[in-house]
């Protein structure tokens, strides 16, 4: 279906990503949002505090991340397309409720503007260093999705199918986003309500007594959803559960359970996953990235063609689900991949994995604070074409 007129604020704009982030959020139907102030992402839910009023809908600033986690769960079970904003010191007392949200498969939206770390770090600062943490920060076995813009633009049409996977797979969805692409300033153009195509909840019809809160099939394992107020008796708990929602702590409904948050993921990656590629079918080198770092490692690129390499692009548009898969396809042909990154080399550690020793894998750490120097990348890819 399309998006509610009320949430679209159609037209050319020039704000920054933190600003569109929120528009994409409104245009895909998101109508409650909690949060606790945190550099450099205050600005989104601070235009949604301004927006809301005018669209139909709630923002509430809890009295800390803790507090913000659980509301947005609370919400959706009251039937709302929610979001959480953070960085990455809030997102790290967060993780214990993104596993909630996981083993009670409930849709919703997490933005991370990621900033320098560990700790209270840079506050102002860029960086990509929450990426592991975001797939591995919870504990317990889980598949997430994240998206990584690049641009103010992308951080509209990403929150948009950001909303539009969390609905599809009931799984928390992220969007992460850095302070450099939050903090900037570019064109942004919003469509008309009727060009932009958004997934709805996948509702029950079945009757109150006949349904089960997390009865799935072989060929669908995302259950059916319900909201309170609707006369169903449902049990949300993040204890082991059977298809009634209530505990089972016994190992065959655990093994049952978990298999099915986990592959419900992987067992349709292919139609998750969002590489976008130039110049890789030729390509010596290939050169991997991912958010604000992508458009410094376009810049070397281009110039290490004009210098006679033969260099391809892979930008990880979606990280998680991975593609390793492409990853060993493109080590057949390539001889080497080059990793920028702002963090101590997280993503290169999965090109490294994927491609099992068939290529070299230079990976370009950066601590963050800035991003990396274009001619430091330009070097490194020159060196990787010899």
Not at 131 to 147: C, N, R, T
Not at 211 to 230: F, L, R
Request: glycine share 8%; hydrophobic share 40%.
């Amino acid at each position: 279906m399309h998006a509610d007129p009320k949430g679209v604020l159609t037209g050319v704009h020039f704000i920054d990503g933190d600003h569109a982030a929120c528009e994409g959020a409104l245009a895909a139907g998101c109508r409650f949002a909690a949060g606790y102030p945190i550099t450099p992402s205050t600005e989104i839910v601070e235009r949604f505090a301004y927006r809301i009023p005018t669209v139909g809908g709630v923002f509430i600033q809890m009295e800390d991340e803790l507090a913000a986690s659980m509301a947005i769960q609370g919400a959706v079970w009251g039937g709302q397309k929610v979001m959480n904003v953070t960085s990455g010191p809030g997102l790290s007392l967060m993780m214990e409720h993104l596993g909630y949200a996981f083993i009670t498969e409930t849709p919703c939206v997490w933005v991370d503007v990621q900033r320098g770390g560990p700790s209270t770090g840079l506050p102002t600062g860029p960086a990509q260093a929450d990426m592991m943490q975001i797939k591995w920060g919870s504990h317990g076995d889980f598949e997430v999705i994240a998206l990584c813009p690049n641009s103010p633009q992308e951080c509209f049409d990403l929150m948009i199918r950001a909303f539009n996977l969390t609905e599809t797979w009931r799984v928390p969805v992220f969007l992460m986003m850095d302070e450099v692409v939050g903090h900037m300033t570019e064109r942004v153009d919003i469509p008309p309500a009727e060009a932009i195509e958004v997934v709805e909840r996948k509702w029950t019809k079945k009757r109150p007594d006949e349904y089960k809160a997390y009865a799935t099939t072989p060929e669908d394992m995302v259950p059916e959803m319900i909201k309170a107020g609707d006369g169903y008796r449902v049990h949300v708990t993040g204890l082991t559960h059977d298809e009634r929602g209530y505990p089972n702590l016994t190992p065959a409904t655990q093994d049952q359970l978990v298999k099915r948050l986990v592959n419900k993921i992987r067992l349709n990656a292919d139609q998750i996953m969002d590489i976008r590629e130039e110049q890789t079918e030729d390509a010596d080198v290939v050169v991997v990235s991912f958010g604000i770092t992508s458009r410094v490692a376009q810049a070397a690129i281009e110039t290490a063609r004009e210098r006679g390499a033969r260099v391809g692009s892979a930008r990880l548009v979606i990280a998680w689900p991975f593609p390793a898969r492409r990853m060993r396809e493109l080590a057949r042909t390539a001889k080497a991949f080059v990793v920028p990154e702002l963090n101590m080399g997280q993503i290169a550690l999965e090109v490294e994995r994927a491609v099992a020793g068939a290529a070299r894998v230079i990976s370009l750490p950066h601590a963050g604070g800035t991003v990396h120097d274009v001619d430091t990348l330009l070097d490194s890819i020159m060196e990787a074409a010899r």
